[in-house]
């Protein structure tokens, strides 16, 4: 049915047709056989869309599945595999017996600490994240840059900025120093944290530049600006960042904040998926370099607010099943099978 081909071969079967269908098949014939020299090609969908893998190779800060750049560099690190090596050395060895640098729970006590995946630690967070620009700074693979992030052309303060400014690797305290300042000062939360390096891995993959001594400053201001204001409900507005950073004009932050969009393609979505894994990963990176989150013991109080937040989470989700059933069940009639009682006689 519809096709030219498949039609009635008794030519009493069927009314007469205006063309015979010998013609019919050659028209079918020279519609499909349309070449690109002939005529326009339509490109199948399946062709015009990048491959899953690659995209999750080229855009980590996209897809949960990647694996996030920060990760990768810091395990190419040489130190960084010399301190793994002592860390396995350090607890697996038993000829000097000596206090633990790492608390572990027992029958008696528990130790957890006070970061989740919706509610981070904001100090060890922040840094975790300086950790990871200082790993993409180090093992970055070359010095591709654009002006509007040069620190050269555009710099934060009033003081001269050095010749050999483009040499000198920042260390990990300075960029701690300064993003816990920014974060202090505009009372920024740490989940705001996770999504600048979100947005700080999103850039350096869409704009294929790198991270250095000459630009991390103004890319790092550049993703705390937009991660505030996207993630936040009151955000901090450009001119609040030039009250902290006294040398910087508002005309400087806005054009720095235009070029930032422009060059995230206005993507500024970030996944619970994206957010998750990021998270996970700095959690790892914090265990590789020794920086360990807090722990406490669980007392009384703590247990008992874990076991309210339990239920407050088991509650909300029986909510939002029942929600859904009621949604599923919308034709009664059809859906449900409604069994009555039998009438004996």
């Not at 860390?87 to 633990?100: A, E, K, Q, R, Y």
């Not at 000198?168 to 120093?177: A, C, G, N, Q, V």
């Not at 630009?215 to 409900?233: C, E």
Request: with cysteine.
């Amino acid at each position: 049915m519809g096709n030219t081909v498949s039609c009635c071969v008794s030519p009493e079967g069927s009314p007469k047709l205006p063309r015979q269908p010998a013609d019919r098949h050659e028209d079918y014939q020279i519609i499909t056989d349309v070449s690109d020299d002939t005529g326009p090609y339509l490109q199948h969908i399946s062709d015009r869309e990048v491959p899953d893998e690659l995209a999750q190779e080229s855009n980590p800060s996209d897809h949960a599945r990647a694996s996030t750049i920060f990760l990768s560099k810091s395990q190419t690190d040489s130190e960084l595999r010399d301190k793994r090596k002592s860390n396995h050395i350090n607890h697996v060895s038993h000829t000097s017996p000596g206090p633990l640098s790492k608390k572990y729970s027992s029958c008696s006590t528990i130790f957890i600490d006070d970061s989740t995946v919706s509610q981070p630690n904001l100090k060890s967070t922040i840094k975790c994240v300086t950790l990871a620009i200082y790993y993409h700074i180090k093992n970055r693979d070359s010095d591709r840059s654009l002006d509007i992030f040069d620190e050269k052309m555009h710099p934060l303060s009033r003081e001269q900025v050095p010749d050999d400014y483009s040499r000198t690797d920042p260390e990990h305290k300075l960029i701690y120093r300064f993003v816990r300042t920014l974060f202090s000062a505009a009372q920024l939360t740490a989940e705001c944290a996770i999504v600048t390096l979100v947005y700080l891995e999103r850039l350096l993959t869409y704009a294929e530049i790198d991270i250095g001594p000459c630009n991390w400053k103004r890319i790092v201001l550049g993703a705390i600006l937009l991660a505030s204001k996207v993630w936040d409900d009151q955000a901090v507005w450009n001119v609040d960042y030039c009250q902290i950073l006294k040398d910087i004009t508002v005309e400087d932050m806005n054009e720095m904040e235009r070029h930032f969009l422009e060059l995230l393609q206005f993507n500024i979505n970030v996944p619970a998926s994206v957010y998750a894994k990021y998270y996970f990963d700095l959690r790892s990176l914090a265990e590789d370099n020794n920086l360990c989150f807090p722990l406490e013991p669980l007392g009384n109080e703590r247990a008992q607010k874990l076991e309210a937040i339990s239920r407050l989470c088991e509650d909300k989700y029986k909510d939002l099943s029942r929600a859904a059933m009621r949604r599923s069940f919308s034709a009664d009639n059809l859906v449900g099978i409604r069994r009555s009682n039998a009438v004996l006689s």
